[in-house]
């Protein structure tokens, strides 16, 4: 089994990885010794910058007994152009499983061709193991999941994808508010929205900030957007989450935020800092959510 986008698990494998995740935490914060993945070994392919996610694995695989190797893509013969099909049955060979940060059609590609299971450690379509995360974090503040209202205000991306399509398969209503132009894929919104609930795009902010058990929100520039930054700061100026948004929301909402943030563009520092703001326990969730991916994908 792959783990490429969200859609790869059901409601019932999500909670599944939840109560695992729920459960190594427990254990490691006891200083428990996991040994589930002794002997496992995981590569760690990088085409792009990564700070939660690279170190979040790492520690995972060692914290279960395994093994990790980081691998930037320039030191590997992919940079001198060996094909992705060949890089893919190679490394098959040697480890038991492959994450990849890089092109979505990269990731496709290595799925495709390697006889291990691949992980999508961010491309520009979605960040599921982000998602991940986030429904722990979800799940450990609110109890649950059913009829919440999960918030997204600023640009639909690919973290924006993979929200939309959790909030889907664990019967969360979504609101996502972005700029006209800056809206999340059609594809992944429709087949989030056949799964039965209810899925809201909006251009105005109050309408996803309004009565939100969650609020949620990316930077405005995104790795693969730079030469876009000025233009994007100035659309995204009315998408903000401050006090005043936070105000519209119920009393126990939870803000959420993938990281890293550009304090004062999508989420002022009151905000980040302030009592609503779940951002770091967020980030320390991709440690035990991964941890419980990978004994399921590898164990």
Same mark, same amino acid.
């Given at each position: 089994?792959?783990?490429?986008?969200?859609?790869?698990?059901?409601?019932?494998?999500?909670?599944?990885?939840?109560?695992?995740?729920?459960?190594?935490?427990?254990?490691r914060k006891r200083g428990k010794t996991l040994d589930m993945l002794k002997n496992k070994s995981l590569a760690m392919l990088f085409e792009k910058p990564s700070t939660r996610t690279r170190v979040s694995f790492e520690v995972a695989m060692t914290s279960l007994g395994g093994h990790a190797l980081y691998l930037n893509w320039q030191d590997l013969q992919l940079g001198r152009g060996e094909l992705i099909k060949d890089t893919a049955r190679a490394l098959s060979g040697y480890v038991d499983g492959i994450v990849i940060r890089g092109r979505n059609d990269v990731v496709s590609e290595f799925a495709?061709?390697?006889?291990?299971?691949?992980?999508?450690?961010?491309?520009?379509?979605?960040?599921?193991?982000?998602?991940?995360?986030?429904?722990?974090?979800?799940?450990?503040?609110?109890?649950?999941?059913?009829?919440?209202?999960?918030?997204?205000?600023?640009?639909?991306?690919?973290?924006?994808?993979?929200?939309?399509?959790?909030?889907?398969?664990?019967?969360?209503?979504?609101?996502?508010?972005?700029?006209?132009?800056?809206?999340?894929?059609?594809?992944?919104?429709?087949?989030?929205?056949?799964?039965?609930?209810?899925?809201?795009?909006?251009?105005?902010?109050?309408?996803?900030?309004?009565?939100?058990?969650?609020?949620?929100?990316?930077?405005?520039?995104?790795?693969?957007?730079? =030469?876009?930054?000025?233009?994007? /700061?100035? &659309?995204?100026?009315?998408?903000?989450? %401050?006090?005043? #948004?936070? +105000?519209? *929301?119920?009393?126990?909402?939870?803000?959420?935020?993938?990281?890293? =943030?550009?304090?004062?563009?999508? /989420?002022? &520092?009151?905000?980040?800092?302030?009592? %609503?703001?779940? #951002?770091? +326990?967020? *980030?320390?969730?991709?440690?035990?959510?991964?941890?419980?991916?990978?004994?399921?994908?590898?164990?």
């Open positions: 089994m792959n783990f490429i986008s969200m859609c790869d698990l059901t409601h019932e494998g999500i909670i599944d990885i939840l109560e695992k995740a729920e459960d190594l935490k427990e254990r495709k061709h390697a006889s291990v299971p691949v992980i999508n450690a961010l491309t520009e379509v979605e960040h599921p193991c982000q998602s991940l995360a986030d429904l722990l974090t979800i799940y450990e503040f609110k109890k649950g999941f059913s009829g919440l209202k999960f918030g997204w205000i600023g640009d639909g991306n690919n973290v924006c994808n993979s929200s939309i399509l959790a909030g889907a398969l664990v019967g969360m209503n979504v609101v996502v508010a972005c700029p006209k132009g800056y809206e999340p894929d059609e594809k992944i919104v429709s087949r989030a929205r056949g799964l039965g609930v209810n899925v809201k795009i909006t251009h105005d902010p109050k309408e996803a900030a309004e009565d939100a058990d969650v609020l949620y929100t990316d930077v405005w520039v995104s790795m693969s957007d730079e =030469a876009q930054k000025k233009k994007r /700061v100035r &659309d995204f100026q009315e998408f903000q989450i %401050n006090e005043n #948004i936070v +105000k519209m *929301a119920k009393p126990d909402v939870i803000v959420m935020h993938c990281l890293p =943030a550009h304090r004062g563009e999508e /989420v002022t &520092d009151d905000v980040l800092e302030g009592p %609503n703001s779940a #951002i770091f +326990k967020q *980030a320390e969730n991709r440690l035990y959510a991964q941890m419980a991916l990978l004994v399921r994908l590898l164990g």
